[in-house]
């Protein structure tokens, strides 16, 4: 999904939650709206990965928006700041931080702040916050760029383990190269060339398998630059798709 799609599709989850819990009839159901939408959530895991505890959404996938929109109901609905469901945030932020881009991520983890700071304020009696509730609200962005930045960390530590593992079965594939070589000299060493200085001892005599050895001697030497070409081209080729893949995966 496109970034600017996904950043909206996000940010409609968040106002479309503080908007449900805003409706006095469908807020006294948001507990049981929390369960339906998670068990709705965890069936299109299973569908999507074929398995149920593979919880974690895949990346800029539109299932997160369940699950941001099922967190929201349950921490807003059971006091927001104060909920003794708060804690879960946390997690939520996690998921946020794995599944989205890091600057949706971050602009989602923002929302949610403004989110439960809006229903905290509002049933405030001074319209203010505490210091409890204070200390809450800010430790989301915080947390999120902690997340965001062990996120970082991993990916480039994962990069480095895919190039230090390219680069070892590339040098695998050169040193098969070298052997494939190496056999050739030795055979055209141990064998072909005795053979020519054999019949080039007489070369009227042996014209034609003279001829014959050293059309044979240019096949086997065509073959072996084939062989090296092609497993170049294969090599490249697996780059190319490995890295495609980990950028996909990354992203």
């Known amino acids: 999904m496109p970034a600017i799609k996904y950043a909206v599709l996000l940010t409609m989850t968040v106002l479309g939650a503080y908007l449900y819990l805003q409706v006095p009839w469908l807020s006294r159901y948001a507990l049981q709206a929390f369960a339906l939408v998670s068990a709705f959530y965890l069936i299109l895991q299973k569908r999507q990965r074929g398995?149920?505890?593979l919880i974690l959404p895949e990346n800029s996938s539109a299932n997160l928006a369940l699950l941001n929109f099922a967190f929201l109901l349950l921490t807003g609905a059971s006091g927001s700041l104060n909920s003794p469901f708060f804690a879960l945030t946390f997690i939520q932020?996690?998921?946020?931080?794995?599944?989205?881009?890091?600057?949706?991520?971050?602009?989602?983890?923002?929302e949610v702040a403004v989110f439960h700071f809006s229903l905290s304020i509002a049933v405030s009696s001074e319209f203010r916050l505490t210091m409890a509730e204070i200390s809450n609200l800010l430790a989301l962005p915080v947390v999120m760029v902690f997340y965001l930045f062990a996120k970082n960390q991993y990916e480039r530590v994962y990069r480095n383990s895919l190039l230090a593992d390219a680069e070892a079965r590339e040098l695998l594939r050169a040193k098969s190269d070298d052997a494939a070589v190496a056999e050739f000299i030795s055979s055209l060493i141990n064998r072909r060339?005795?053979?020519?200085?054999?019949?080039?001892?007489?070369?009227?005599?042996?014209?034609?398998?003279?001829?014959?050895?050293?059309?044979?001697?240019?096949?086997?030497?065509?073959?072996?630059?084939?062989?090296?070409?092609?497993k170049e081209k294969t090599i490249i080729e697996e780059v190319e798709i490995e890295i495609r893949q980990n950028e996909k995966d990354l992203n």
């Open 93 to 110: 932020l996690f998921f946020l931080a794995l599944a989205a881009p890091g600057r949706i991520a971050l602009l989602t983890a923002l």
């Open 51 to 53: 398995r149920f505890y």
């Open 193 to 230: 060339l005795p053979m020519l200085e054999f019949l080039l001892s007489f070369p009227e005599k042996n014209k034609t398998a003279i001829e014959g050895e050293v059309k044979i001697l240019k096949q086997d030497l065509n073959l072996l630059v084939k062989q090296i070409d092609q």
